[in-house]
């Protein structure tokens, strides 16, 4: 059995904005509970979690990594998040699998966007939470006004638990509130300024029950021991956020964090039941975080490296695990037989014999399994929720290199899927572009540095195109006769066909009105062959013609020299000419936006919309926050996401799904279709 129990285990991730020092922390945590030898720096790439080749290349957090080790008789699971939004699936992920989380603030910048945002992602998943206002040692810090908008962003249950002893480069050390004997060994005005605080977070303790708070109000003294019991339960029940101070990076204030994740973050089986559904009969059962309970876990993330492997790794919620078994993955209703069962520290692995309810563990090669799966036995199969991902802000085309490269690409692209839910590929069926899509351009060129990298695929990066389309605006009737005559049999087909348009998206319809033979019945699928190939063509700019009726209603043929082939030709040359005298215009792909911001962006928002042809249809409110409504052409789009990050300081994001297809302005339209008829011109040329 595993050499802890369910009460020895500590889930905790570090989430922050960008640039507060989790890595950093991190590393000195793990230094100061005695598992590295040396402290790395993420300057010079020598950090346990930052270990890939891109993060070191770009000295930024872009996975999670897990760090599991022992300390003091506690098994604690660390997972350190990458704090740019352009890699918030990972963190998404990440916050279904702890049960607390360590919130880093830059104590010069404050509680910034993405602040704000894990925050709310922890408070959904109702985590227990610490804060550390990092990075004392930095110049022209001011920490009052620091904590009080700490207090006034994320709630008035963050409360000091620790003093800092000077700042910036007088910055020396830190008090522990919640010890007497270092406040006792201060002096003058520091001390009465932490016996102020230290009685500020005995009150705050004392609020959440109400024995205590009448002793306190008494003025009756309370003991170490009702005060260490009562915090602990606050923090446990999401009533209090400790709020810490320090710098990771100089291996200040670090004891005190190591010192709250054993002694005040809770255990698994402190946390609410988890929810699940029941594969068989759809119904809501909570899960018991009990190791003689049937096995259940859920998948929270796959790295896939040509190296390492394939590493699935999962948070077991209920029963245990032992290595050399197997389980049943019932999101893909298939069995999985495991190997060893691995903690891992970074890139390191350390095989286990099992794992019980509260534990997080990997394993490797597995077959069928990827990021969400639920996993569980045959008996007893629960589905977990699957993680609400962030639809991707931003596209590029990508087309291999070589033909060594086309043949690896949708293996390696796969892959980086699988790992990475933010990252989608498709392939437009119109324009017959590979699309990979992403959060940002941070993120499309790392997943694309990876394609070289990792799998050795080169590709060329693009603009995609814009799937036009092509329609008329009023009806035609002609006739097309295709007549040739060489010696022998000749060719000969004759038809007369009507067009119109049709409603937006209704698509195409072929009708066949001919009467008394005019032309003969097995001919007809023929005619319709040759109009629909005219349509795939396009008439004005090359892109497909759609929404349109096409009549066949009158015709000729000829006993000898008529053939499939002749009326073929007939009905595509009967399209192109019906066509151009029935009003051909281009329509273009319009999409739903809708922009999440700060009220004071609004106006900069709106007039930008305006500015790309967009039509505002309504806001909303989503918190703090605003929601804008907008339709707004696929074409003016491909930048936003960069523009919308640089007019909102990286507060505003978007979501963006199609809508439905209208016609593009008159002097647009021009250009695009000038520009077709040049590329046609060079083409025939050639």
């Not at 507060?20 to 922390?25: A, D, E, I, Y």
């Not at 602990?232 to 990076?249: D, T, W, Y």
């Not at 629909?532 to 209603?553: F, K, N, T």
Request: negative net charge.
């Amino acid at each position: 059995m595993a050499d802890h129990t369910i009460r020895d285990i500590r889930n905790i991730a570090l989430i922050s904005h960008a640039g507060s020092g989790k890595t950093t922390l991190a590393e000195a945590i793990a230094h100061n509970a005695g598992v590295t030898s040396r402290f790395g720096k993420v300057e010079d790439g020598t950090t346990v979690s930052d270990y890939s080749e891109d993060e070191k290349e770009r000295k930024v957090s872009i996975n999670s990594s897990v760090l599991s080790f022992d300390y003091k008789g506690k098994h604690i699971n660390m997972i350190d998040t990458p704090g740019y939004a352009d890699f918030i699936g990972e963190a998404l992920a990440c916050l279904t699998a702890v049960d607390s989380a360590i919130l880093l603030v830059d104590a010069c910048e404050g509680v910034e966007v993405g602040t704000e945002r894990v925050w709310n992602i922890a408070s959904e998943h109702k985590l227990s939470r610490l804060i550390m206002i990092n990075k004392m040692n930095k110049e022209n810090i001011d920490f009052n006004k620091t904590f009080d908008t700490i207090k006034e962003r994320l709630g008035t249950g963050c409360v000091l638990a620790s003093m800092p002893i000077g700042s910036g480069t007088g910055f020396k050390g830190v008090v522990n509130l919640m010890d007497n004997s270092g406040i006792d060994a201060m002096s003058g005005d520091d001390k009465v300024r932490a016996i102020g605080l230290r009685n500020a977070l005995i009150e705050v303790i004392a609020e959440n029950n109400d024995e205590l708070l009448e002793k306190y109000l008494d003025g009756k003294e309370l003991t170490q021991e009702e005060i260490a019991k009562e915090f602990e339960k606050g923090v446990a029940s999401g009533e209090i956020f400790p709020v810490f101070c320090g710098a990771g990076i100089l291996d200040i204030g670090v004891k005190e964090i190591l010192s709250a994740i054993i002694d005040i973050l809770p255990p698994p089986d402190e946390r609410p039941a988890k929810i699940v559904k029941d594969a068989k009969t759809s119904e809501d059962k909570e899960l018991s975080p009990d190791p003689g309970a049937p096995f259940a876990a859920n998948v929270f993330k796959s790295i896939s490296d040509p190296y390492v492997g394939q590493l699935t790794i999962m948070r077991i919620f209920s029963g245990s695990l032992k290595s050399d078994t197997g389980f049943y993955n019932a999101t893909k209703q298939a069995r999985e037989r495991i190997g060893s069962l691995l903690n891992l520290f970074g890139k390191d692995q350390k095989s286990v014999t099992d794992a019980i309810a509260g534990d997080i563990v990997a394993v490797a090669k597995l077959k069928n399994t990827s990021t969400g799966d639920s996993l569980c036995t045959d008996k007893d199969q629960v589905l977990f929720s699957r993680v609400n991902f962030p639809e991707p802000a931003i596209s590029s085309s990508v087309k291999p290199k070589t033909r060594s490269d086309e043949d690896k690409i949708s293996s390696a692209l796969h892959k980086l899927m699988a790992e990475d839910n933010t990252f989608m590929t498709s392939r437009d069926e119109q324009t017959k572009e590979l699309i990979v899509s992403g959060m940002g351009d941070l993120h499309l060129s790392i997943m694309i540095n990876r394609l070289k990298k990792r799998f050795n695929v080169e590709v060329d990066i693009g603009t995609p195109k814009v799937a036009y389309k092509e329609t008329i605006k009023k009806m035609a009737k002609v006739q097309n006769k295709y007549k040739r005559q060489t010696g022998g049999h000749g060719q000969y087909g004759d038809v007369w066909i009507q067009i119109e348009p049709m409603e937006r998206g209704a698509g195409f319809e072929f009708v066949n009105k001919i009467v008394g033979g005019a032309i003969p019945r097995n001919y007809i699928p023929a005619v319709e062959k040759g109009v629909l190939e005219a349509m795939s063509r396009g008439i004005i700019a090359g892109y497909p013609v759609v929404d349109i009726r096409v009549m066949l209603y009158d015709g000729s043929y000829h006993d000898v020299d008529s053939s499939d082939m002749a009326f073929k030709i007939a009905g595509s040359g009967a399209m192109k000419k019906a066509a151009i005298e029935a009003g051909p215009c281009l329509l273009e792909p319009i999409m739903d936006v809708d922009v999440i911001a700060p009220d004071e962006f609004m106006g900069d928002i709106t007039g930008n919309l305006s500015s790309r042809r967009g039509k505002i249809a309504g806001m909303d409110v989503a918190g703090k926050s605003q929601v804008i409504k907008a339709k707004v052409p696929l074409a003016e789009t491909f930048k936003y996401a960069s523009e919308l990050k640089s007019m909102t300081g990286g507060r505003g994001s978007y979501t963006m799904r199609f809508s439905h297809y209208e016609e593009v302005p008159h002097k647009i339209a021009q250009g695009i279709i000038a520009k077709y008829q040049e590329q046609r011109q060079v083409e025939q040329e050639k």
